[in-house]
């Protein structure tokens, strides 16, 4: 995390005005010599990349460590730039108490189990040089260690309260944690058509003299189309519009990732450039007068030290709609240790909650292993007690409401969103305009196709599959099967399905289904929702590898899965 974070000290997405990196050099991988763990001479040897200056340090001597301090933090302040402190130092015990780093570091820890620990280096320096007197020293010493002692005597005496959460402080002050009662239904998340027109305005306006590229000006018209003549809109445009309305709302929004102004698949196409100058400009920026800025930032390649920034700025700003985008969704593995860490768990652990979002682009379309699959059986794995939100949504209106509702709730819960891919351009994953103005985020979608008295079979799925199965039902007719959408993952809308489900005949066969592989995807997570042995499973056959890398394989596997579906 420090190479990729080190390179990000630059970069205008992510520039603090200077980072002042304090590094504990206290030698805690005993059991490795430093020329086994690195290349460089010194462990502060990464800043070089950034040009940064280095203070080496003793720690023990606490002086030194203070005046070097000051010094970082007056560069810092003087330069806006990166500023490393190397404070060599030691641990005495190893990693704990119960560690013994003579197995492997037998010389070096007979020389520290001889050395004066720092304060008494200290303690001896001061008394050397007539600063401060020896009885002082010793009675400043004694009184110390007393008051702490009677501190753990005071503790041992008295019961254990019982655990009570911090509050929420500063910006947080106004949030609060949430309850299951709160996942049951979604809040009302409309936007007048006023201001829908006013944001789709500034989406198909350029500045007089602007250049953009061809395919960019058949996009605005197209866009213009959608927005003022069909009222019809695509994906890119639903998102779009939900940033602008949080902008226009005095909210903050900030989105980065490789490739999110364009977007991967050239469909937000959120900064412009024009073809002569290159310069570029930013649509949602020129909404209304006194608007926030939309804070769009094409990240360097990473994803481990980058999701671990955006996370920080969730945590640090609740009121800012914060969007980390993966190229494919594929990638996030990544950045793994952040999403196991950090996002599923900070709140079970530490009482900390992060309203980021996650958009990592997965579906089956004959891409291969790499480009396919964004591992939504991991996030179901991760997910518990209410702890984050995963969701694999179907229309542009349901994406609208989704991230809207991220602010529109008065507590934070991390997003993470199966996004689409096929589904940017399929003709029918477009919504009518007036959805946005009205309703809330819809959990569970039914079948307003299928005859409930005649269905004898229900398939609930998740995501680009439903179109593959819509698009067969409609073409044989097949009113005796339903479809039902599970848009909301986890929390896992319960009450919704069974309401759905009971327009049924009991003697319907329930079957979910699925493009990944058995042992991926949603399906254990399903059996654990909604019991063992009310369904059955239809989906790619167990495999290690998550997809396909040939094309006619691709096709022969899903139309076998529709083919299986409507059997």
Known sequence: IVYEVTQMA?????????TVHFVINNQIGFTTDFDDARSSIYCSDIAKIIDAPIFHVNGDDPEAVVFCAKMAVEFREEFNRDVFIDMVCYRRWGHNEADEPKFTQPTMYAVIEKHANPREVYNQSLVSQNEVSAQLASQMEAAFKADLQARLDNVKQKDVPAYIPLKLDKQWSELRFSTPEDFEISPETGVSAENLAKIGEALVRLPEGFKPLKQIDKLLKDRRQMLFETKQVNWATAELLAYGSLLIEDKTVRLSGQDVQRGTFSHRQSVLHDVETNETYNSLNFIQEGQEPFQVYNSL?????????????????????????????????????IIDQ????????????????LLLPHGYEGQGPEHSNARPERYLQLSAEYNMVVANVTTPANFFHLLRRQLAWNFRKPLIVMSPKSMLRHPLCVSPLDELTKGSFREVIGDAFAKPKKVKKVLLCSGKVHYDLFEEQQKNSRDDV??????????????????????????ATLYWVQEEPENMGYWTYILRAMGQGKMEVISRKLSASPATGFMKVHNQEQASLIQRAFA
Do not use: C
């Open 301 to 337: 390649l990473s994803e481990y030290g980058v999701l671990g920034f955006e996370y920080g700025y969730a945590m640090a700003t609740p009121s800012t709609l914060v969007v980390w985008e993966a190229q494919f969704g594929d990638f996030g593995n990544g950045a793994q240790i």
């Open 482 to 507: 339903a479809l039902i959408r599970i848009e909301q993952l986890h929390p896992f809308p319960a009450k919704q399905v069974t309401e759905l489900l009971s327009q049924y005949n009991k003697t």
């Open 342 to 357: 950090f996002i599923s768990s900070g709140e079970s652990k530490w009482g900390i909650q992060n309203g980021l979002v």
């Open 10 to 18: 630059k970069l205008p997405g992510y520039y603090t005005g200077g």
